[in-house]
C-alpha cells in the first residue's frame, strides 16, 4: 500500500497528543511516516455505534427509541461498507480454493454486539429529553503561541441558562479510578478548544461508558484549561524537537501487544524507516497563554478524521 508525502506536524489533536504521551515513535509512525494499519472490529463497531448515536437525533424527539437505534446498526454498518470497502475483510472466511466469503456467523455477531451497546445507551441518557445544539462537531483553535488544536467532540449540549456540557461517547468500558486521567485529558482538550473559540468554560464535560454501563462526569474551570494548555504546549514543543532531530524514542507498556508496527519497532527487533523528513526548522515555540479571549481562528461543519 503506498503512503501519502510525509509532512512535518501542524496540529495536534486529542488522539495525536495520546499517541506521543504513550509512545513518540508510534507518533512518528502514524503522524510522519503514515503506515498503513489494519483495521479493527472494535475501532469499525465504534464507528457504527457513534453513527447511530449521531443520526438518531434527526428523528422526532417521541420516536428517539432504543427499537429504532437497534434498527439502525445494520444500515450504518452498510453506509460505512460502502465508503470503505475493505472493512469486508474483518469478516471473510478463507476457503480452501482461496476465494473466501464473508463468514454470514461473525458479522451477525459483531452487529449484535452494537446493537446490544446502542441500547445499553437508553439506560444512561434519554434522549427523548435532549436537543444536542451540535453533533459530530468539528473544532479548530490556535493558540497565540501558534499551534492549533483540533479535534471532533461527539456531542455539545446547550442549556437555556447557556451552560454547555460536552459528551463523549465511549463504546469500551470505563477505566479504573486511577486510569481515568487519560480520557478526562481529551474532554479538558475539547474544553480548552471551546473555551478558546467561544470564551465561556463548558460547565460540565460527560463521558458514557456504553461498554460497562458507567458516566463519569467533571466539572472543570478555568484553572484545570490553563494547566491543560499548558501540558499541551509542553508536548509541542517535544513533538518540536522530535521532528526537527528526528530523535523518536519507543516507550514499551502493555499497550505494544496491539500496535501494528511492531515489524518497524526496535523494542521488537524491527528497524524503522529511514527518516522521511529533511531537517526542519523548529515548529512554532510554545509560550503559555494568560489572556483567556486570547486571539483564535475555528472551522466548525463537518469532518471525517482528525
Known sequence: MKTSAATPPTSLSPS???????????????????????PSAAATRGTVVHAVLERLFDAPAAERSAGRARGMVAGEWERLLAKRPELAGLFTEEAPDGEGGIDSARLAQWLAEAEELVERWFTLEDPT?????????????????????????????????GEVRIVDYKTGKAPRPEYADGPLFQMKFYALVLWRLRGVV??????????????LTYDPDEGDLRSTERKLLALWDAIS????????????????????HQA????????????????????PEPRTSQDPGAESEGAAGRHQGS
Request: aromatic share 8%; glycine share 8%.
Open 129 to 161: 429529553r435532549l436537543e444536542p445544539a451540535e453533533r459530530e462537531l468539528f473544532v479548530e483553535a490556535r493558540l497565540e503561541s501558534g499551534l492549533r488544536l483540533r479535534g471532533i467532540i461527539d456531542r455539545v449540549d446547550v442549556a437555556p441558562t
Open 241 to 260: 524537537r522530535a521532528t526537527e532531530t528526528g530523535d523518536w524514542r519507543a516507550r514499551p507498556s502493555k499497550l505494544c501487544g496491539w500496535c501494528d
Open 264 to 283: 518497524h519497532c526496535p523494542e521488537f527487533g524491527g528497524t524503522p524507516p529511514p527518516y522521511p523528513l529533511m531537517i526542519q526548522p523548529r515548529l
Open 16 to 38: 495525536r497528543a495520546a499517541d506521543f504521551m504513550q509512545c513518540p515513535l508510534l507518533y512518528r509512525f502514524r503522524v510522519i511516516d503514515k503506515l498503513p494499519e489494519k
Open 202 to 215: 463548558p460547565r460540565r464535560l460527560q463521558l458514557v461508558f456504553l461498554g460497562s454501563g458507567d458516566v
